[in-house]
């Protein structure tokens, strides 16, 4: 399967402590035990890198690419009909522009779920969308 993980799940996984880190920890455990696939995009990227880049954490930054260099992670593309079909989510659902983007990638990458901690994208149906649990 793959799956296309929300920012804020590398974020819990790689730059938090406490809960929401044990919790990022357990389920992307599960799914390389599973054999399972990670899809981003690199809207992904960028929302990861932010907070390193603006702090100037070299070390942080080179975690988060070398699991974005991963061979078991996969990068979809943003294509115009990545945006189109944003569009129609956006305006279906009122969700924020990157919350379409993310699930448009999803959804026109054909991935089998969508990992998220934000109960609001549970509301979109094209996609399977996973509470992180």
Known sequence: MRIYCDSCI????YDHIGSFNVRAVNRLMAFAA???????SDLVRLECRVKPFK?????????FDAFFGRPDVEIVPI???VFDRAMTIRAA??????????????????CDGF????????????VPVEMLP
């Open 79 to 81: 294509t115009t009909t």
């Open 34 to 40: 599973a054999g399972d696939r990670i899809a981003v």
């Open 93 to 110: 659902h009122g969700f924020k522009l990157g919350d379409s983007l993310h699930l448009a990638a999803a959804t026109e990458s054909r």
């Open 10 to 13: 590398l974020i819990y996984f």
């Open 55 to 63: 702090n100037h954490d070299a070390a942080k930054l080179a975690v």
């Open 115 to 126: 990992l998220t901690n934000d109960m609001r994208l549970s509301a979109f149906s094209a």
